[in-house]
């Protein structure tokens, strides 16, 4: 006997209600409001939906979030772009699979924080207040190689032997072979780290606006915030990163839906 099973988005809606309530007592047990001041490191999601749509902070997002998007989209295309080359790179020159994957390794195990300090002084910020940092952009491309190089090389690998003896049978080459087989047969796998890409990307954006020394975005909010020790906006400034982000993957994993549905297909 098979047992109902509960729909993704009433399980997203439970998580979500638990999350939150497990965040309320959190912040009544461990950081009771003291008497006198009203900062808290922890605010309750009650002062959070104040800040946000009681002050009427909220009408500001946009503004403060239109450049790390900005950012970290164009990161994520040449991040990503990068790694689908080298992938292809490595399907057509086997030999130099060991060479890339260090690489993307290397690019994986850098710290971050160091890497950053370095691209502010080499790259700056952004030319103009407003435009999309420039160590925003680098670090978003940086976070995303890793996983799509790994995914594509292993997508790749996962054609179907049989079918690329048919098309080197009938005269194909291996740029043949790529499109008519390979390809294919890695769309599930590249597309699935292309949307695990998607908020790595935008968290490297937002570090290299931390990092850097610009006047817009997510990066230099949270630190003015900070500085005014505004808790209750700095959470504010997290949640709607993690919107944003969700949003984000969910339009990605949509896509690959419409894309490959034999997969989706498959996973019920």
Do not use: H
């Not at 959470?235 to 989706?264: D, E, K, M, N, Q």
């Amino acid at each position: 006997m098979t047992g109902t099973r509960i729909p993704g988005w009433l399980a997203g809606l439970i998580g979500g209600a638990v999350l939150i309530l497990a965040w309320w007592i959190f912040s009544i047990v461990a950081f009771p409001q003291q008497d006198g001041t009203s900062f808290t490191p922890v605010p309750s999601p009650g002062a959070v939906v104040d800040w946000l749509f009681v002050q009427g902070n909220i009408a500001g997002a946009w503004s403060v979030f239109a450049p790390t998007l900005a950012a970290a989209g164009i990161g994520y295309l040449w991040g990503n772009g990068i790694a689908l080359l080298l992938a292809t790179v490595v399907l057509l020159f086997p030999k130099a699979e060991t060479v890339i994957t260090q690489i993307a390794v290397v690019s994986y195990c850098l710290p971050i924080v160091a890497v950053g300090g370095i691209s502010v002084v080499v790259l700056g910020g952004a030319k103009n207040p407003g435009d999309p940092s420039a160590t925003a952009i680098f670090l978003a491309a940086l976070v995303c190689v890793f996983t799509t190089v790994v995914g594509s090389i292993l997508g790749f690998k996962a054609a179907d032997r049989s079918a690329l003896d048919v098309v080197r049978v009938y005269g194909g080459g291996r740029w043949t072979q790529l499109r008519k087989v390979r390809l294919i047969a890695a769309l599930p796998a590249i597309l699935n780290a292309l949307q695990i890409a998607v908020p790595t990307a935008f968290l490297g954006a937002v570090l290299g606006e931390y990092l850097g020394a610009i006047t817009a975005g997510v990066g230099p909010t949270l630190i003015r915030l900070q500085g005014q020790l505004d808790s209750a906006g700095v959470w504010s400034v997290f949640l709607l990163c993690a919107v944003f982000a969700l949003a984000a993957y969910g339009i990605v994993g949509l896509l690959i839906r419409l894309v490959t549905p034999w997969v989706a297909g498959r996973a019920v």
